[in-house]
């Protein structure tokens, strides 16, 4: 069993940074491939990029590719998104979310975070 928290959600303005954290309980934390994922209103939970259980792979989406960057400390138990040079459309919940594939698609993570709320204002 492993529970997420998330952390570092707020507000800022177009251009600037946030770094998300994602706190896991739990041993087997470090066996996990971690997903962020986002959901504005109105629209499906998209794929934002993930990292796998080591953390020497990672895949972003097109829209967040050079801007944001995922890592993963397992001493830590923690999984970090950095995100630099925000823009309005970022805004949005951020989940993380850990399960056992290194995948874009929501169903196959097991353990999902409450979220924390971005908002980039322009």
């Known amino acids: 069993q492993v529970q997420l928290v998330e952390s570092g959600g707020g507000l800022v303005q177009a251009g600037g940074s946030l770094r998300l954290s994602c706190a896991a309980s739990g041993r087997t934390f470090r066996q996990y491939n971690m997903g962020w994922f986002r959901q504005a209103p109105g629209k499906e939970r998209e794929f934002v990029g993930n990292i796998n259980w080591s953390g020497t792979i990672t895949y972003y989406t097109a829209s967040v590719e050079g801007r944001f960057t995922i890592s993963k400390n397992n001493a830590k138990n923690t999984v970090y998104l950095q995100m630099n040079s925000l823009k309005p459309e970022d805004t949005a919940v951020y989940y993380c979310?850990?399960?056992?594939?290194?995948?874009?698609?929501?169903?196959?993570?097991?353990?999902w975070g409450q979220g924390t709320q971005v908002t980039v204002s322009s």
């Open positions: 979310a850990a399960g056992p594939l290194l995948s874009r698609t929501p169903t196959t993570y097991n353990y």
